[in-house]
């Protein structure tokens, strides 16, 4: 088959997709969330803005520390299996032959034919196969912290600027219902976007996302408007 006619399959998009929906769906509902909890206690319109940058930096550099942190430990994880996975084919390579061509039959090949695949793959490359089919290791999935930590940063700075927009611009009599509704708006447009990028259900994706932010800013802001009536 030639090179240019090869399927590409939406489970290649998942090692970025999965840290940057997150990163910009986090940066749309905290900012937002936030601007409006301030708002809500009756601070001036600097006040919230100077509010709404705090939490784009602060939740920026948490989302990045939090997804290197994370998907690094996966990585030294896959290392460690990688390198005994290395010292089992220096020790016993025969025995490794027979793992690899059991994993094979158990999968519907017939013994003899797993044992030729287990052969010729191993001849090629013996810890790639071994990642592969018995670890579950493939280079689709493999941990990546540096690309997760920058894709989570970056998408909640791009997510988190969009209410920030908006409160900049908004007048301050009308900057809960204006910030409250674009957010919603971006985070149906954003539930929406995702699905349709990962093969799922487009309307779907979008309700719930909307429903679970409209949620949350509806709680902090009531948790705003309580404390700043108590002031």
């Known amino acids: ?36 909890g301030v708002a809500a206690a009756h ?3 600097s006040n919230v803005l100077v509010a709404g940058v705090a939490g784009l930096v602060a939740g920026a550099m948490s989302m990045a520390a939090g997804e290197y942190v994370s998907v ?11 390198k005994l996975e290395r010292a089992e084919l220096r020790a016993d390579d025969k025995g490794e032959h027979k793992e690899l061509a059991a ?23 013996a ?14 999935f493999r941990a990546r912290p540096i690309q997760a930590a920058l894709a989570s940063a970056g998408c909640f700075a791009v997510g988190a600027a969009m209410p920030l927009l ?7 009599a009308r900057l809960i219902p204006l910030v409250g509704g674009t957010s919603l708006v971006f985070l149906a447009l954003l539930g929406g976007l995702a699905a349709r990028a990962g093969g799922a259900g487009v309307t ?3 309700i719930r996302v909307t429903f ?8 902090t802001a009531g948790v705003g408007s309580l404390f700043g009536t108590v002031a």
């Open 103 to 125: 994993i094979y039959v158990a999968r519907g090949l017939d013994p003899s034919l797993a044992k030729q695949v287990a052969k010729q793959l191993m001849a090629h490359d």
């Open 166 to 172: 908006v409160t900049a611009i908004a007048p301050a």
């Open 43 to 45: 601070a001036t319109h």
């Open 204 to 206: 779907m994706g979008a």
């Open 72 to 82: 690094h430990s996966q990585a030294d994880t896959e290392q460690a299996e990688l």
């Open 1 to 36: 088959m030639p090179v240019g006619n090869q399927e590409r399959h939406v489970t290649g998009r998942i090692g970025w997709l999965r840290a940057a929906v997150l990163g910009a769906n986090d940066g749309i509902l905290s900012t937002s969330s936030l601007v409006l």
């Open 212 to 219: 679970w932010g409209a949620l949350a800013m509806a709680l």
């Open 127 to 140: 810890i790639g196969a071994h990642a592969r089919d018995e670890l579950g290791i493939t280079e689709t």
